[in-house]
Structures are given as C-alpha cells and as structure tokens.
C-alpha cells in the first residue's frame, strides 16, 4: 500500500518519551514496534480545530467493538472520521485503558517522579497550544487488555513482535502524538521500555 519512495518524516520515539508531528490528509501514518512489546498511546487532534479530538468512545459507539480491523475508520469527538486503518500486523490494541499520569503511579504503585504518558504528551504538545485539559483518552497501540466474563480488565503483556505496525490513512489534517509508555511496573510492555518509530508517507 506504501511506497518507501513517499516516505517524508521518519521519527524515532525514545523509550519511556513522545514526540509529536502533523499529518495532511491523505497521508498514510505509520506507527512501528521497534523492539516488540513496546505500549504506544497515540493521540490526534483536528489541525484546524484543536477541540475536535480522536476518540475512543466515539470509535467504539460506531464500529461496535472494542476492537479494530482493517477497514475501520477511526472517529474524532464530533465523529468525524479522522483515519482510516489501511494494514495492521499487530492486530493487539486497545480502546479502554487511560493514559498512566504521575497519580497512576503514586496511587497504584507508590511512586513519585516517575516518568508518564500524559506529562510526554504535555510536553511535546505544548508547542501547538495543546494542553492537559484537553487530551482524550488514548488509542493504546500495541496494547492488549483482556475482559474478564466477570468484567474484570486484565492488562497483559503485549504480544507484538519487532517490525509489527498499524498503517492508517489521515481524513484530516492533524497534529499526532506518540508516547513510548513508560510503564515498567506491571507487564503491558514485557521486561523494558523500548523505542517507537513514526513514518510518514505522501500519497
């Protein structure tokens, strides 16, 4: 579907950190396992209108499921579609779980200064005037969560492999988000934090 040819931003998301970059529509988005078992929260904004947001809940209220498949359009906070999932070789995301935030790790865990998805989002969405109180929920690449019968959720460890990615087509223009999870203290992302790489390719 790409052509390395196309490829115009290629950017590598260090563990444990994020970094930001903006999409035209049409173009194809890449997000890519560098290592496997690697967590990356992703979050995408309207360029032109900063309070329209992708969205999770709006994602699942229309495809009905908490889970994606090629095909799947991805909606923001007024349903507008804001990507398309044109190839997936993970097949292992997840729609429900909150990004962690320095109060994930000091409630549940007792922990202070640690680093956090929601403090790299701030961090490198800063620039565009995004703050805090505008993020959504995340789409948690790689991740998998497990509904128990009892509706119990189980995070478990990410079964993605080096090289595993989701490719996804922009509807929009907009400002994206990666951050590598930081999580070290339960067993989304295996034994380490490692890296995330971000292409993207023109039409």
Excluded: W
Excluded at 183 to 194: C, E, R, T, V
């Amino acid at each position: 579907m790409i052509n390395e040819k196309n490829l115009i931003t290629e950017i590598l998301v260090p563990g444990g950190h994020g970094r930001s970059f903006e999409v035209q529509k049409g173009q194809y988005l890449q997000i890519i396992d560098v290592e496997g078992q690697q967590v990356a929260d992703f979050y995408a904004f309207n360029s032109q209108n900063h309070q329209e947001r992708l969205s999770p809940p709006h994602t699942r209220t229309s495809l009905r499921s908490l889970t994606i498949k090629v095909g799947d359009l991805l909606r923001s906070s007024l349903r507008n579609p804001m990507f398309e999932v044109i190839e997936d070789t993970a097949q292992s995301h997840d729609l429900l779980i909150a990004a962690c935030d320095e109060q994930r790790y000091l409630v549940d865990y007792g922990v202070s200064d640690h680093r956090s998805c929601v403090a790299n989002f701030e961090e490198v969405l800063q620039p565009y005037g995004i703050s805090r109180d505008m993020f959504p929920e995340p789409f948690n690449i790689f991740q998998s969560t497990l509904i128990e019968p009892d509706g119990t959720l189980v995070q478990q460890t990410s079964p993605t492999k080096a090289g595993e990615y989701i490719l996804m087509k922009a509807q929009m223009d907009v400002i994206g988000a990666v951050s590598a999870c930081p999580m070290d203290l339960n067993l989304i992302g295996g034994s380490k934090i490692s890296d995330i790489m971000v292409r993207i390719y023109d039409q």
